[in-house]
């Protein structure tokens, strides 16, 4: 990914869109808490799995804390990594789809169309970073738990792939309250459930094309990476290293 | 954080200018009649009402978005001063907890034996009636175990348990009672101090969990980012010493592995290391008692005792005097044990020794406030104080119980034989909004509002830098035929007759709380209206002065002598530690039945949805066990059986097991599901306490047949492989 | 030699043996047929059940998305490929000793391009949407993904149906006419219709082998895209062990490997069957046996072509997955099926005595099919449980629903070549008679 501002200037002023969705995780204050993950949950109306399709393996969750062991007792490490979908300019997911289900929106988001989506499951092999889940059954909430399901983001059905979504439900009224107001939406105004909960402010969110947003600045990072960068895939997610001696 | 100000002054402007606060004018039983058409509900547009998270003692400020009269989500109050708009995974689940499928939706009385779960519904005439009866028969003679709570219900439960003669324990598992012990042995005050980790750059934990569930999660969270990447030119460094690694562990630079229960012996090392060295200059008053303290053992012996080499040692305390605010906290495995209050007090006075007391990146007090509701949390009870409360059941002096969203069946180890309470007393009243295991006990149940369907308070005094007086509203009708605590013990007041009704004139909680908080808002000198004041108090979703100033403290550290772990159960017969440790989601078990969290994998095992040993590497193999295997755990008192985890991060002598599964009772996705890690533990105590030490038991593990699946997120758990890190630069 | 019956003397018989199964039926043939057809209820049970309740039936789950159908998919078109090669390459080459081959092999190419269909359908999470495949016009203009391999794959797969029907169809066309003329009953009148009034003509004898010429080389080129489209699936994946140049030729090679095997069993039941030994001969199993001696050496060695450039890169990405083969999780799968599809044909087919040993082909056709099935699911699997990022490692084993519909498929496959048997002469009738005419003529 360029980091050069020359290139930044150029696409803001190519896109036909004026924004550009990026995230940044700084692993040295991730904390590993799960927060985000409870607050995705709540957000996405994602599924109760249940014990027996967690054990097997299918357990849905659009952000997920890897954790890597490193070393052995005493000198053991822990080590997280939040693992969300990476948002990538040249995502591996979109071309394979047959139905273009997964595509690319011009803001940089790789959208997934849920009543497109027939369940060939292409995209999620092809997703380097495992962020694509799939439903394998319809997913079932006792009452009144349903009660809670958030009416902006649709409830997904069997045999269809779903993924973070970096909150469209959120970017979308965010821009439309801007619009109403005939500006910009402001950096920070904008942010998606597991970035407005993070307890450490390990992730931030905003416009990647406002050379001002923090996102801009903290991409410039010397402990900036992406995972998996020489697949060449562009992940609108930067890491920032954790730090240590 | 600017932003998230700005975000939420938009936010709560348009709740405003469109809804003129819908849930601050009306009361609580014609908020939001849906069938009729309301101007203040536009379908499809959220409104957000500010509230106060009650999943555990933090007292986080939330905002709740309402939408069409349903509760969709719980974020952070980003105006509160716990926790800046950030809230932890227990209180976004709370929704689950309104929501939960198993909820009590009205009163009812025990049919067939007491225990045997069978329960018929009953009007809540008839059960205020028996209930009211019951209190009349057993005058003088009640009791009730309440999670604690504050504000104006603490300050109504307190003033007519008093006025009833009964006995109010307000009983929390996870307390910290040996750090509040320690913190008024060692400072003379009963009041927490805020850690003011943001501005430390250096952190020697002794074991404090503070990332996961201990004080204020969310507060140290916030204060964790700040002290890692919150300033341009430092970032903080943090060690922890603690024998499992923790969340919190995992998070420090390094994790120093030590025997259990020799915390307070390395903090006497690494004082005498600070003494010997001359790094720190102690006041006359402290001289003499610290060197005798400090030079009790040799370095060498405490290295073989603690297992931390004495290079560690001296470069720890060298580490703590070359940092510029460095700050020492202890808590978690350091604390359950029989020497706990001990071992926090030397780490207190460790901080004394760098300076810590009253400075920035230290230990502050401030100066003490007057609240809305003149009582603050009344003291919590240790587990001794339950003991005691057992004693008077078993001689009649107490008879009738009553239960508050406490467990005591599920969180006391069954070695405590805390169930004679329960066989001893003649009638047992629950409050409690599930079946849990000890409300099952009950005869009568007459379940609470959920916290998102009730007014109330919670007043934070402890752990923060200003005083937080949180207020919570209705944020959507009762979905039940259940009542509030607060009104329902107003109800049965003036049922009973004067004198009660004379001290508790108010009809409900609401009214009560109100009339407090009128106290207050019109002393604050304001022009302004009480009502236009409580809106504005509701809006932000309570009240913190500004600019408290700090207390001078004095240190009054005893002379300690250091006394040595004990543990139940010879080292012969069981060569193993046992460490229950409060699981990240279920915390002590009460978020069992919410099946977010019950999903939520754990984030060290990464297990879900059931109990797991842990056992370090070595220490299986020396067993021949194998990761999946399942063993059976035995002490003195009990045994469990689970499937073993093996984690890297553990002390090769112990053992760890999450706490929270294995309920009785407590719903469909509580009940039956895993294992309590209580049931092992024998009674032993930290004696100045009074707090169970659950790290006091010792153990052993042997393979039995079978293997189970247990959820894991970590596909590759599966295999014995030990992940690997790639491409990713280093995390 | 005067005392041999001249070709002329022989068509009579030739006609009454190999028009005989489409006459004569036992009671055997309709037990199997009952039997196969159990299976096929069975299997389509199955199917329904997995249909009404989710594709989570499967033993599927992340990152493993693909599994036993893909596998399938897989294979049965390599099976396909038997009928093609056998009948296409071999006509090209003018090799006369195909001529009691062809039809049966074409044949499987059928059944088994009509079974590989059905294996896309099982996989889908929404089958119900599967026209969304299909660019049919619609009020969104949406179109299929055409960037897509899988719309390759349904590209290639649906012109290799139709041509291989084409292929199939135009020598069949005489013996359709024979059957007309020899067989009464309602069937005279659909052979009439399936024979398009040949009459043996010069000019019609002409046109067929015109047509005949033409199509196959077409038939050649289609069958190997195909198969190079299957591979590519895999290989345009970004997933490690699958992103591979040698995808496409391996996966051809591979195909013709197990279609070879697949028309050995073949050949060997029906001669068994219907007493065809005049016909099948042993010559014949020797010369197949040739044909899967090279296929054997072909994909070895283009099989350790790949692993070799995988191992002396040593690239972690790509050693988790060969790891996991070589000696780790999947070891034992891996080294059976490197016995089944190189070892054990090598070793046995290079000896001239074992060749001509039908039993011992009929043997080694089945190894290699069970070899190459497994194979399938080694190139599956393996590479989807070691994405690159650790943490999400996992196992798949395919469920008891993925067995009963696998074996209902495999069942369907034979009962619908038992019936294509009573339909359809396994020998080309006039192919053979012409191939005694030129062994007379030479």
């Known amino acids: ?56 393996g299918r357990a849905i969750n659009w952000i997920r804390i890897e954790r890597y062991w490193e070393g052995d007792y005493p000198n053991v490490k822990a080590k997280f990594l939040p693992v969300m979908c990476q948002h990538c300019d040249d995502a591996p997911c979109e071309p394979v789809c047959p139905v273009y289900a997964s595509y690319h929106t011009p803001e940089g988001l790789n959208a997934q169309v849920y009543n497109r989506c027939i369940g060939v499951r292409y995209c999620g092999n092809n997703c380097p970073y495992v962020a694509r889940q799939f439903n394998w059954f319809d997913p079932h909430w006792d009452e009144p738990l349903a009660e809670q399901l958030n009416p902006d983001v649709s409830v997904r059905s069997g045999g269809v792939m779903e993924k973070c979504t970096f909150c469209v439900q959120r970017i979308r009224s965010g821009k439309e309250a801007a619009h109403k107001e005939g500006r910009r939406v402001r950096d920070g105004e904008i942010t998606p459930a597991c970035v407005q909960s993070c307890p450490t402010s390990a992730l931030i969110f905003g416009d990647r094309n406002d050379p001002d947003s923090r996102v801009s600045h903290l991409k410039k990072s010397r402990r900036g990476f992406h995972l998996m960068e020489s697949l060449g895939t562009h992940p609108a997610v930067t890491y920032l290293r954790r730090l240590s001696e | 954080m600017n932003l998230y100000r700005r975000t939420l002054l938009k936010i709560l402007g348009l709740t405003a200018a469109g809804s003129s606060l819908p849930g601050c004018e009306r009361e609580v039983h014609n908020l939001v009649p849906y069938l009729l058409p309301d101007d203040n509900i536009v379908p499809g547009v959220a409104n957000w009402y500010t509230s106060t998270c009650q999943e555990c003692e933090a007292g986080c400020g939330t905002i709740v978005r309402v939408m069409e009269g349903r509760a969709k989500k719980i974020e952070g109050n980003p105006k509160h001063p716990v926790n800046e708009g950030k809230l932890c995974a227990r209180g976004q689940a709370a929704l689950q907890g309104l929501y939960n499928p198993d909820r009590l939706q009205g009163p009812l009385r025990r049919e067939g034996k007491r225990g045997q779960g069978q329960f018929r519904p009953i009007t809540w005439e008839e059960g205020l009636a028996e209930w009211v009866e019951q209190l009349r028969t057993h005058a003088g003679k009640s009791a009730m175990i309440t999670r604690p709570v504050s504000g104006t219900l603490a300050s109504l439960l307190t003033t007519l348990m008093d006025s009833l003669s009964g006995r109010l324990v307000m009983y929390e598992s996870t307390g910290e009672q040996t750090l509040r012990t320690a ?420 984030p060290l095992t990464t297990g879900m949805w059931g109990s797991w040993i842990e056992l370090n590497p070595t220490t299986a193999k020396a067993l021949g066990i194998h990761p999946g295997d399942r063993v059976r755990v035995t002490s003195g008192y009990g045994s469990i059986e689970a499937s073993v985890m093996v984690f890297p991060g553990l002390h090769p002598d112990m053992i760890a097991i999450p706490m929270g599964q294995g309920h009785r009772a407590y719903g469909r996705y509580a009940k039956g599901r895993g294992v309590n890690p209580m049931v092992l533990l024998g009674p032993s105590f930290d004696g100045q306490s009074g707090s169970l030490a659950t790290g006091g038991t010792r153990v052993r593990v042997e393979r039995i047949k079978g293997g189970s699946r247990l959820p894991m997120l970590e596909e590759s758990g599966k295999n014995p492989v030990i992940g690997r890190i790639q491409e990713t630069g280093g995390l | 030699m005067t005392d041999r019956p001249t070709v002329w003397e022989e068509m009579p018989k030739i006609n009454r043996d190999l028009l005989s199964p489409l006459q004569t039926t036992t009671w055997t043939y309709y037990l199997w047929v009952g039997v196969l057809s159990c299976f096929v209820a069975a299997g389509a049970g199955a199917w329904t059940y997995q249909i009404q309740t989710g594709i989570g039936q499967t033993d599927l789950h992340h990152p493993i998305f693909w599994g036993s159908y893909i596998a399938s998919f897989v294979f049965w078109i390599g099976v396909s490929h038997s009928g093609t090669f056998i009948s296409g390459v071999l006509r090209l080459t003018n090799a006369e000793w195909r001529r009691p081959v062809t039809r049966m092999a074409e044949l499987m190419t059928v059944v088994a391009l009509l079974v590989t269909t059905l294996f896309v359908f099982y996989h889908l999470g929404r089958v119900w949407r599967f026209y969304y495949l299909i660019p049919y016009p619609n009020q969104r203009e949406l179109w299929p993904n055409f960037r897509s391999p899988l719309m390759w794959d349904a590209t290639a797969i649906f012109t290799y149906a139709t041509a291989s029907t084409i292929y199939i169809y135009l020598p069949l066309i005489p013996d359709f006419a024979l059957a007309r003329d020899r067989i009464q009953g309602w069937r005279k009148t659909v052979y009439g219709w399936l024979a398009i009034g040949w009459h043996g003509s010069q000019a019609q004898w002409r046109t067929l082998e015109m047509a005949i010429r033409i199509i196959t080389p077409l038939i050649v080129m289609v069958m190997i895209s195909v198969h190079s489209i299957v591979g590519f699936d895999f290989s345009m994946a970004l997933v490690p062990a699958w992103h591979s140049t040698i995808f496409a030729p391996y996966f051809v090679v591979g195909a013709v490997h197990s279609g070879l095997g697949m028309v050995v069993i073949g050949l060997y039941t029906l001669r068994r069957v219907y007493r065809l030994h005049e016909y099948v001969r042993t010559e014949h199993f020797e010369k197949l046996g040739k044909l899967l001696l090279v296929t054997t050496l072909l994909l070895a060695y283009m099989y350790f072509a790949e692993q070799l450039t995988v191992w002396y890169g040593q690239v972690p990405d790509h050693m988790a997955v060969q790891n996991s083969l070589l000696y780790g999780a999947y070891a034992v799968p891996f080294w059976f099926m490197v016995s089944c599809i190189y070892i054990i044909p090598l070793v046995t087919l290079v000896w001239p005595r074992f060749r001509q040993w039908p039993v011992g082909l009929m043997m080694i056709g089945l190894i290699i099919n069970l070899g190459m099935y497994i194979e399938r699911m080694l190139i599956i699997v393996p590479p989807l449980a070691r994405p690159r990022l650790s943490f999400q490692w996992d196992e798949y084993f395919p469920s008891l629903i993925e067995f009963a519909i696998l074996v209902g498929t495999l069942a369907l496959a034979l009962l619908l070549y038992s019936l294509a048997v009573k339909f359809v002469p396994v020998i080309s009738i006039w192919e053979e008679k012409l191939g005694k005419k030129h062994a007379q003529e030479h």
């Open chain 1, 1 to 56: 990914m360029s980091q050069d501002p020359q290139a930044t200037e150029e696409y803001s002023k190519t896109a036909a869109s004026p924004y550009k969705w990026e995230m940044v995780v700084d692993l040295d204050r991730c904390s590993g808490c799960e927060a985000c993950v409870v607050a995705c949950h709540a957000e996405n109306n994602i599924r109760i799995s249940g014990e027996e399709e967690a054990a097997e």
């Open chain 2, 183 to 602: 913190n008024h042995l060692s400072f003379g005050t009963h009041d927490l101090p805020y850690y003011d980790l943001a501005n430390a750059d250096y952190l020697l934990s002794f074991g404090a969990p503070f990332l996961e569930h201990w004080l204020s999660p969310v507060s140290f969270g916030v204060a964790y980012g700040k002290f890692r990447q919150g300033r341009p030119l430092v970032r903080g460094r943090f060690i922890q010493v603690e024998p499992r690694l923790s969340l919190t562990a995992s998070n420090a630079d390094q994790w120093i592995p030590l025997r259990p229960g020799t915390e307070g012996l390395l903090a006497i090392g690494i004082g005498q290391v600070l003494l010997r060295d001359g790094l720190t200059e102690l006041s006359s008053f402290h001289r003499t008692s610290f060197h005798q303290t400090f030079s009790a053992f040799s370095l060498e012996d405490i290295s073989t005792k603690t297992e931390v080499s004495e290079e560690m040692i001296t470069q720890l305390a060298h580490e703590l005097t070359s940092a510029n605010a460095p700050l020492i906290l202890g808590g978690g495995p350091a604390a359950a044990q029989t020497n706990g209050t001990t071992t926090l007090i030397l780490i207190n006075a460790l901080n004394v020794m760098i300076g810590a007391i009253g400075r920035r990146g230290g230990l502050q007090w401030m100066e003490p406030q007057i609240s809305p509701v003149d009582l603050a949390r009344p003291g919590l009870a240790s587990e001794l104080t339950l003991m005691d409360l057992a004693g008077e059941f078993e001689q009649g002096s107490r008879t009738l119980l009553h239960l508050y969203r406490a467990d005591p069946l599920f969180t006391l180890p069954p070695s405590l034989k805390f169930e004679r309470v329960f066989d001893h007393a003649q009638f047992i009243v629950s409050f409690s909004s599930f079946l849990d295991d000890s409300t099952s006990m009950a005869d009568l149940i007459l379940p609470d509002h959920d916290p998102l369907e009730s007014w109330g308070d919670v007043v934070q005094q402890d752990t923060i830098p200003v005083p937080a007086w949180s207020v919570s509203q209705p944020v959507v009708r009762a979905l039940y035929d259940t009542r509030p605590i607060g009104d329902v013990w107003l109800d049965a007041a003036h049922r009973l007759g004067e004198p009660l009704r004379e001290r508790v004139p108010w009809n409900t909680l609401h009214d009560m709380l109100k009339s407090r908080w009128q106290t207050v808002l019109t002393k604050h000198d304001s022009p302004q209206s009480f009502e236009t004041r409580w809106r504005e108090t509701l809006q932000e979703g309570g009240l913190w002065p500004s600019n408290i100033p700090m207390r001078q403290t004095n240190t009054v550290i005893p002379s300690i002598t250091y006394k040595p772990p004990e543990f139940l159960g010879n080292s012969s017969e069981y060569p193993l530690y046992c460490y229950p440790y409060p699981s990240l989601g279920l915390h002590d078990g009460r978020g069992a039945n919410r099946p977010w969290l019950q999903e939520l994998p754990d």
